[in-house]
């Protein structure tokens, strides 16, 4: 039977805290939703006695019927808490791939509204782990996308983190209603046309109706997916030197070339991640070993998600975001 105490979430929060001692304010991507709902309430109890700054910033994708209502939400939930709170809108293009491109731009806004100082607090669970893992993987992931989100991150010198990460979607509903807290539904995520509410409400209650201890067993998985990154990762680095620049931002192609295959994809997809968090699939990077064979005097560009690249001579070019 799952451990549904509420003093998991707090833990899981003062875990945080302690984790990075040297840093004492702290941003809530504050959706007012169920989860970054009870994420805030738990923070706001340890406010005090760890002696930490709170504020919250919320941002409205304007592709919810009830986008205003849920804004308004936000705010009026950080007053109530005494906090500072900032919202800020954000347009995409709706004509594809809308949930990367909302991702994209949310963590931008959170980039670019926070300080070194800062650290951005996010309220991914278990249940969206094993949802991403299955996303990634319908979309041809390398063993690094399967392991899913990390429990820390950094972004362009802000560091994510993600404290709820080990915790399930039924604990932090069972905190909710212990603790009454109010939160607001966003209608989109009933919206089954998007890839990720289409596993949520269709393929993972069928998973459980056989594998009833589902998150169990995908907890244990992703943390075996994450050990043999971590072998992976020291792997690549034996190479890593002689064929990527210091700075991080240069792939030296005849130090490349020379290497078997299968090095070549680790080495790129290492380097790919490490300059622009952008996990790239085997597709993406032939595309990126074909720029490598092109003649020189060519200009070729390779772009997905946050990464840039082009080609100069015998160097491929990775531009930062």
């Not at 319908?138 to 362009?156: A, P, V």
């Not at 064979?293 to 491929?316: C, E, Q, R, V, Y």
């Amino acid at each position: 039977m799952e451990n549904t105490n509420p003093n998991l979430i707090l833990n899981a929060c003062r875990f945080t805290i302690d984790s990075f001692c040297k840093q004492d304010e702290y941003i809530i991507a504050f959706s007012g939703g169920e989860d970054s709902s009870v994420l805030l309430h738990a923070m706001v109890q340890l406010m005090a006695d760890k002696k930490i700054k709170l504020r919250t910033i919320h941002i409205n994708h304007n592709i919810q019927q009830n986008a205003h209502e849920i804004s308004t939400h936000c705010s009026q939930v950080s007053k109530e808490y005494g906090i500072e709170h900032s919202s800020y809108d954000i347009k995409i293009d709706k004509a594809s791939n809308i949930e990367e491109k909302c991702r994209i731009q949310r963590y931008k806004i959170l980039q670019e509204h926070s300080h070194r100082d800062e650290l951005i607090l996010t309220a991914h669970h278990l249940n969206d782990q094993i949802e991403t893992f299955f996303l990634r993987m319908l979309r041809g992931s390398s063993l690094k996308g399967l392991s899913s989100m990390e429990t820390s991150t950094t972004l362009n010198d802000r560091i994510v983190v993600r404290p709820l990460l080990e915790i399930t979607k039924s604990q932090i509903q069972s905190y909710r209603q212990e603790n009454k807290i109010n939160y607001i539904d966003d209608k989109s995520n009933s919206d089954t046309r998007f890839d990720r509410n289409f596993i949520r409400c269709n393929i993972i209650p069928e998973l459980k109706e056989r594998w009833a201890s589902l998150e169990k067993i995908m907890s244990n998985n992703l943390s075996i997916l994450e050990l043999q990154q971590c072998a992976v990762d020291r792997f690549v680095s034996s190479f890593y030197k002689e064929c990527i620049s210091e700075d991080d931002t240069i792939l030296y192609i005849d130090e490349v070339k020379h290497l078997e295959f299968y090095i070549q994809v680790l080495l790129i997809h290492h380097w790919v991640y490490r300059v622009s968090s952008t996990t790239l699939n085997l597709r993406h990077i032939h595309e990126i070993l074909k720029i490598m064979d092109t003649n020189n005097d060519s200009n070729p560009l390779f772009i997905f998600s946050n990464a840039k690249i082009t080609k100069n001579g015998d160097k491929l070019l990775i531009v930062k975001p």
